[in-house]
């Protein structure tokens, strides 16, 4: 017999305007294991976490804590019950030190009253469990990977026993994605229950040693690493549907049509935090698909930006199919047909509080609006929108429901198909397919 679950979730219910996240969910967390919650873009493994942290309140349903009922109704009670979360957007102060935001988060306002002994935890913490970073930094300098790492300090420090971790590897390189698994790895051994949301197999198989799959707000199933195979997942994630290779990509050969962006001899001055370009040459025909490449915070951002026309040049020319647009303002660039994915949808362009509808009309007022602005043709948005999502493949909840209350992943999906509905003849994407599942 091994030991009872540390954690029980039993018949958690939570539903939203027109979206059942959590649908009747009974879930075991057991101490020292690293346990994956996986399922498509809106399966509910967020909303489900937290509900465990206290971020939510469900509507129904039961928590258990080493076979005792528990009531969880805001973070602040989670974290008495040793439950931390990593969330997806970190909850941090860039202008404060790694010391001073660890601080804010511990009770009484350790950092004021034993500034040296926080450093001295920090460091025995850091070197314990390969978290290290400088406790003098300011927060705002250090990149991603540190920046999570600042997070998981703070849930140790704070004495959590159970770490919830959204969407871990999003925004990771590849040699921090390697290094977070090996955290895991170390937490573990120490007795931490670790739960991660993924969409991603094949960290699934590498990390977790049990995995639950969710689809459509309920537990499908939950198995052990050794029984889990990439085809198996992907059968339980989506049902009986089939994921498909996308089709063989048409190359367009239009020798008289001039290029869709040419940039020629392109700085920027990077002023603050960005980074400034220097001499950027780029042609980028129609039909051409071209990746930037990088370790971020290179300059990809501020050349997307750019492009766009939320940044000036210090020098060079911008072209936009054979037209001079280097002094053109955004709402000329977008005018020509070029659509934007911006790298948090959530942030930069989506209106939380509004519906998926609402944000589609929001974004093209000129094409819906009717009777001189005083009305929006709702028919034919949604039309668009429907059109687009099934174009691309995608499904969402509902096209009611309010943005702010979708998965990240669906986020991205709504974005994509409202950006790509009227048949954009460029398209700037930053990470467009963060967030997504498998399928989509």
Request: net charge neutral; proline share 7%.
């Given at each position: 017999m091994g030991s009872p679950p540390l954690l029980i979730l039993q018949g958690i219910t939570k539903k939203f305007p027109g979206v059942l996240a959590n649908d009747q969910v009974n879930l075991e967390i057991l101490r020292g294991e690293v346990h994956a919650l996986l399922g498509e873009n809106g399966a509910g493994k967020s909303t489900l976490m937290k509900i465990l942290y206290g971020f939510y309140r469900a509507d129904s349903g039961e928590i258990f804590q080493n076979g005792r009922p528990i009531q969880i109704r805001s973070p602040h009670d989670a974290r008495k019950f040793r439950i931390g979360m990593v969330f997806q957007d970190f909850i941090q102060i860039p202008a404060l030190t790694v010391a001073e935001n660890i601080a804010l988060f511990l009770p009484n306002l350790p950092f004021l009253l034993a500034q040296a002994n926080l450093f001295r935890r920090i460091d025995e913490i850091s070197k314990r469990y390969n978290l290290t970073v400088d406790p003098a930094a300011q927060l705002g300098q250090l990149s991603i990977g540190d920046r999570q790492k600042v997070e998981l300090l703070k849930l140790i420090l704070a004495d959590a026993q159970v770490l919830i971790f959204d969407e871990p590897t999003r925004s990771l390189a590849p040699h921090e994605i390697e290094g977070l698994f090996r955290v895991f790895a170390n937490l573990r051994r120490d007795g931490y229950a670790l739960i991660f949301i993924t969409h991603k197999l094949q960290e699934v198989l590498a990390s977790a040693d049990r995995i639950t799959v969710m689809r459509r707000g309920r537990i499908v199933e939950t198995l052990p690493k050794n029984e889990a195979t990439a085809e198996k997942l992907i059968s339980l994630m989506f049902g009986e549907k089939e994921v498909h290779s996308s089709p063989p990509r048409k190359e367009l050969r239009g020798e008289k049509n001039p290029p869709a962006l040419e940039l020629r001899h392109i700085s920027t001055r990077g002023e603050g935090l960005k980074t400034a370009l220097q001499n950027i040459n780029l042609t980028i025909s129609p039909g051409e698909i071209v990746g930037v490449?990088?370790?971020?915070?290179?300059?990809?951002?501020?050349?997307?930006?750019?492009?766009?026309?939320?940044?000036?040049?210090?020098?060079?020319?911008?072209?936009?199919?054979?037209?001079?647009?280097?002094?053109?303002?955004?709402?000329?660039?977008?005018?020509?047909?070029?659509?934007?994915?911006?790298?948090?949808?959530?942030?930069?362009?989506?209106?939380?509080?509004?519906?998926?509808?609402?944000?589609?009309?929001?974004?093209?007022?000129?094409?819906?609006?009717?009777?001189?602005?005083?009305?929006?043709?709702?028919?034919?948005?949604?039309?668009?929108?429907?059109?687009?999502?099934?174009?691309?493949?995608?499904?969402?909840?509902?096209?009611?429901?309010?943005?702010?209350?979708?998965?990240?992943?669906?986020?991205?999906?709504?974005?994509?198909?409202?950006?790509?509905?009227?048949?954009?003849?460029?398209?700037?994407?930053?990470?467009?397919?963060?967030?997504?599942?498998?399928?989509?």
């Open positions: 490449a990088g370790v971020s915070g290179n300059g990809q951002k501020e050349l997307g930006d750019f492009i766009l026309g939320l940044e000036p040049c210090s020098a060079g020319q911008k072209f936009l199919f054979g037209r001079d647009a280097t002094p053109w303002p955004v709402s000329r660039v977008r005018g020509q047909g070029v659509a934007f994915i911006p790298e948090d949808p959530l942030q930069m362009s989506a209106f939380p509080w509004l519906t998926v509808q609402e944000n589609m009309a929001v974004s093209h007022l000129s094409r819906y609006s009717r009777q001189k602005g005083l009305a929006i043709d709702w028919e034919a948005v949604r039309g668009d929108l429907n059109r687009s999502l099934e174009r691309l493949g995608f499904q969402v909840p509902s096209l009611f429901a309010p943005v702010g209350v979708l998965s990240g992943g669906n986020v991205q999906r709504v974005t994509l198909a409202q950006e790509t509905a009227h048949d954009p003849r460029l398209i700037v994407a930053f990470y467009p397919t963060r967030g997504l599942d498998v399928r989509s």
